[in-house]
């Protein structure tokens, strides 16, 4: 499973990369365990979240998932092009199905990508 | 520990083809094999076809097997005709649905074919025991009986490409027809029906077969756009039909009256059936409930066990099933709601995930085939 060493994790799937702002997705094994992503619902730009919190939701025909930040921080872009292709989040999820960028004002409970790797299996 | 899952025929297929698996009423099932929208799309427009070995079949077999059967399902079947199925349900002696199934009048006329839910397997097949005990009939489990369905608008010309000759009986039938033919030297009995809404097949074959007839359905059907689907397709598919799952729509206070399904119950001269009478106080006082379907405005869309209420607030049901249709891109769901508020057109709220989402009742199913 594609774990990319360049960013962070935390134990619901959700990556954060070091970029200021950071931007925020799910993994490639959140989103394969979800299958096809069919909606994905985002916060508005401008909303400050604390580290943990329920930012918004991800549906697949199967099931529907809450995201939660990694980091606490303000809402700085949101990836609208996911209106419109929510399947980018599987097609792509570290990439082009990217969530959320935050302007972190503190860090959140994650783990590096060895550590993510062995929690995945 | 856990007991171990119980694995198809099919089951070194679903790894080669690198599927996704999931437990299932005790068995390790295929989910989806790649995406689960374009195996949906697969059965809606060309063909799919779905290991369902997990079902519980079983044949009912001596000179008193319809009377046995009419002691345990809700519908007459010394009434049909050989070659012929129907839906039915069996149910407790308090009237709850203990599964919905298919019963099919083999062919040749010596006996019954039974395909029960893989969940309540051993619960119908423990009531058909029972109902055989004092009688000269025999309830005949078939475990090593594999099932593949073979599903949407082009499952008959999959057959046809797999082998015209031994396909012609299965093309000639009508829905919920039976019969028995060999399709490229493997021995099948098959019916037309399905669980997706669309034509299609239900084959069975010794599990010994299963592999070599799924791997030439694929291969003939692969350029007529025949994906293998799992079940992730196959829930989204029957809610997208309307057809109801023991369980959701199924069991508790909710039976065929709730349901639309009281053409099935056939309630005279059945004295012996289990349930009868509480079938027929369940008929006769009508449904203080029923199943109805819902689409959300919106793109956020209630899922099962989402409370529904009036616009005013006042709580009149739960939704049963619910997700993205993957054919009309609005969430859709089946529904519980006070009878009084069934009406196709009546406006609902649903309380989605914390936010109250409006819904609209309307007619079942929500995608008709074709």
């Given at each position: 499973m594609d774990v990319p060493a360049d960013r962070r994790y935390t134990a619901e799937h959700e990556w954060i990369d070091a970029g200021d702002p950071a931007t925020v997705g799910v993994t490639a094994h959140a989103a394969q365990q979800l299958g096809d992503v069919v909606f994905v619902a985002l916060p508005e730009v401008g909303r400050v979240l604390a580290a943990g919190e329920v930012f918004g939701e991800i549906e697949s025909t199967k099931s529907v998932s809450d995201l939660f930040a990694p980091a606490a921080g303000e809402v700085v872009a949101v990836n609208d092009a996911l209106t419109d292709d929510p399947g980018a989040v599987n097609a792509d999820p570290y990439g082009a199905g990217w969530l959320v960028r935050l302007r972190v004002s503190e860090p959140g409970s994650t783990m590096d990508a060895e550590a993510y790797r062995t929690l995945v299996g | 520990m856990t007991q171990a899952l119980r694995r198809t025929p099919l089951a070194e297929r679903h790894l080669a083809l690198g599927a996704a698996l999931c437990p299932f009423a005790g068995w390790e099932m295929p989910l989806r094999y790649g995406s689960d929208l374009a195996e949906h799309r697969a059965v809606r427009t060309a063909a799919g076809l779905f290991d369902v070995a997990h079902m519980g079949q079983s044949e009912l077999r001596g000179p008193d097997a319809a009377r046995a059967l009419e002691r345990v399902l809700v519908s007459r079947v010394a009434t049909l005709a050989p070659g012929r199925a129907r839906y039915t349900m069996c149910c407790d002696a308090d009237g709850t649905v203990v599964d919905d199934l298919i019963v099919a009048r083999l062919p040749e006329d010596d006996g019954y074919w039974i395909v029960a839910n893989a969940a309540n397997a051993a619960e119908v097949a423990a009531r058909l025991d029972g109902a055989t005990a004092d009688l000269d009939a025999d309830h005949v489990p078939a475990p090593e009986r594999a099932l593949l369905a073979l599903q949407g608008p082009r499952a008959a010309d999959v057959l046809a490409a797999l082998d015209a000759t031994g396909a012609a009986p299965l093309l000639a039938l009508r829905p919920f027809g039976a019969a028995r033919t060999t399709l490229d030297g493997v021995a099948v009995l098959a019916s037309r029906t399905g669980y997706t809404g669309e034509d299609g097949f239900e084959l069975a074959c010794d599990a010994a077969d299963a592999g070599?007839?799924?791997?030439?359905?694929?291969?003939?059907?692969?350029?007529?756009?025949?994906?293998?689907?799992?079940?992730?397709?196959?829930?989204?598919?029957?809610?997208?039909?309307?057809?109801?799952?023991?369980?959701?729509?199924?069991?508790?206070?909710?039976?065929?009256?709730?349901?639309?399904?009281?053409?099935?119950?056939?309630?005279?001269?059945?004295?012996?059936?289990?349930?009868?009478?509480?079938?027929?106080?369940?008929?006769?006082?009508?449904?203080?409930?029923?199943?109805?379907?819902?689409?959300?405005?919106?793109?956020?869309?209630?899922?099962?066990?989402?409370?529904?209420?009036?616009?005013?607030?006042?709580?009149?049901?739960?939704?049963?099933?619910?997700?993205?249709?993957?054919t009309l891109g609005v969430p859709i769901a089946l529904a519980a709601v006070a009878a009084d508020r069934a009406t196709v057109g009546t406006v609902l709220v649903a309380d989605v995930r914390g936010v109250d989402v409006p819904v609209r009742v309307v007619d079942l199913p929500f995608v008709r085939r074709g």
């Open positions: - | 070599a007839l799924w791997d030439r359905l694929l291969a003939v059907g692969g350029p007529l756009g025949l994906l293998p689907c799992g079940l992730a397709a196959r829930d989204s598919l029957r809610l997208e039909a309307g057809l109801p799952l023991h369980g959701s729509e199924l069991g508790g206070d909710l039976g065929p009256f709730e349901t639309g399904f009281a053409r099935i119950v056939q309630l005279d001269d059945r004295d012996e059936l289990v349930g009868r009478d509480a079938l027929a106080r369940r008929r006769d006082a009508g449904p203080s409930r029923r199943v109805v379907g819902l689409v959300a405005e919106g793109r956020r869309g209630p899922r099962r066990g989402a409370v529904v209420r009036t616009p005013e607030g006042t709580e009149v049901g739960t939704v049963t099933s619910g997700a993205p249709s993957p």
